[in-house]
């Protein structure tokens, strides 16, 4: 690719040298200016697709105003944007202004005094900062909405709509989003000038490099299922519950138990949730109990096990859970447990989703789903049996 030889070095020191499908396409055509629409897996490397140009771009100019801005809908997902584009940016760049709720005003404001040409934000934070006239955007080039499904399903459209207000008109938009809705289609109608559309693989099934199975049981019998699984599983496993208290009470039995287990909900300070994150990125944590606030607000590597605990509320979040394991070509295997009511919730989810998942049967064969109602009791003396077949 046309890139410069520091950004190639820098692209080598972190292990990136040959693109990702949709690096590979997204990248050309970002670096002539166009504007993009790109729809892709989770996992399949998104990030490098905007940072990469973005930052090549930059190095062709200097300024000391804003230049990118990077509009992201979790606190996670800023962070990561902005770590890695850190970690790849030229020392003649100074460093991305993080604009994100639940930290520090002051180191926010010290970047963007300081020269910051790349803007890495939250929705909500930034409309109070453009609202108390902190931050200047008159200069921005290029707008990246990242996650853009997600941050419509947040309640952002009307955020994003005032921030692209004080744009300037003639700049490049590049939109990454895991769906394409009728939401969507509506940003790119308003915001976006003859995009270049980029779709990479199936965006509403997981990647073919996730195994999954599900394990009908009766209420009583789910909390002794997940630690058999625990039990079984040697790498680091994301369990998702749906409520926030819900996610604390299982956290606090894991612990209890005697499991290395950390949690992350929409009511945890950024310290905690940062420090859960970091410590089950580090192997510190072996479990990672959570809500749906990192289906999509998280990327750690190597997660070998995705448990549902609970189902998800929509379909597609299913996808997003289930896409934090499998990814960049590894092998990840994601385990669904369903009792009562919920054996035919997943069934709905199975047909929303053109999905077939395996069962795993009371004497441990395994059995694929089908529209008949099954009715599954699970002795607790078959438990390991049953674990054990799914690891072998």
Do not use: W
């Not at 292990?15 to 670096?31: D, G, M, S, V, W």
């Not at 892709?40 to 090549?56: H, M, R, S, Y």
């Not at 089908?370 to 674990?387: C, F, G, K, Q, Y």
């Amino acid at each position: 690719m046309p890139l410069s030889a520091d950004l190639q070095r820098k692209l080598a020191l972190s292990n990136f040298t040959t693109p990702t499908a949709i690096q590979a396409e997204t990248i050309p055509h970002a670096l002539a200016g166009r504007d993009i629409l790109a729809t892709a897996q989770t996992g399949t490397g998104k990030t490098l697709a905007f940072l990469v140009p973005l930052i090549e771009r930059l190095l062709q100019t200097s300024s000391r105003n804003p230049e990118a801005l990077i509009l992201v809908p979790t606190r996670e997902l800023a962070m990561q944007v902005h770590e890695q584009y850190e970690k790849l940016r030229d020392k003649k760049l100074a460093p991305a202004a993080l604009v994100i709720g639940g930290l520090a005003e002051k180191a926010q404001i010290q970047a963007l005094r300081s020269g910051a040409r790349v803007i890495v934000a939250t929705p909500g934070r930034l409309e109070d900062f453009l609202a108390r006239r902190l931050v200047r955007l008159e200069a921005v080039k290029t707008l990246v909405l990242d996650e853009a499904d997600r941050m419509l399903d947040m309640g952002f459209l009307p955020a994003i709509r005032r921030i692209v207000a004080v744009l300037p008109r003639d700049r490049q938009t590049m939109c990454f989003s895991a769906t394409l809705e009728a939401s969507v289609a509506g940003l790119v109608n308003d915001y976006m000038r003859s995009p270049v559309r980029i779709a990479q693989g199936s965006i509403s099934k997981p990647a073919d490099t996730v195994e999954l199975h599900a394990f009908e049981v009766s209420a009583s019998e789910k909390s002794e299922v997940l630690r058999q699984l625990l039990y079984a599983e040697k790498g680091r496993t994301l369990v998702f519950a749906r409520t926030k208290r819900g996610t604390e009470r299982l956290a606090k039995s894991l612990v209890r138990d005697g499991f290395a287990a950390a949690m992350i909900h929409g009511d945890r300070t950024q310290s905690q949730r940062t420090g859960a994150l970091a410590g089950f990125d580090a192997g510190r944590f072996k479990v990672l109990v959570a809500t749906d606030v990192a289906s999509r607000g998280i990327d750690v590597q190597n997660i070998a096990h995705v448990i549902n605990y609970d189902l998800p509320a929509i379909p597609e979040d299913f996808i997003h859970r289930v896409g934090r394991t499998g990814r960049a070509g590894l092998r990840g295997r994601a385990s669904t447990l369903v009792a009562g009511a919920e054996v035919a919730e997943l069934r709905v989810i199975e047909r929303a989703l053109k999905l077939r998942i395996t069962r795993k049967q009371l004497n441990g064969a395994d059995r694929i789903v089908s529209d008949r109602p099954v009715r599954n009791t699970l002795p607790s003396r078959t438990l390991s049996a049953m674990v054990g077949e799914v690891f072998s």
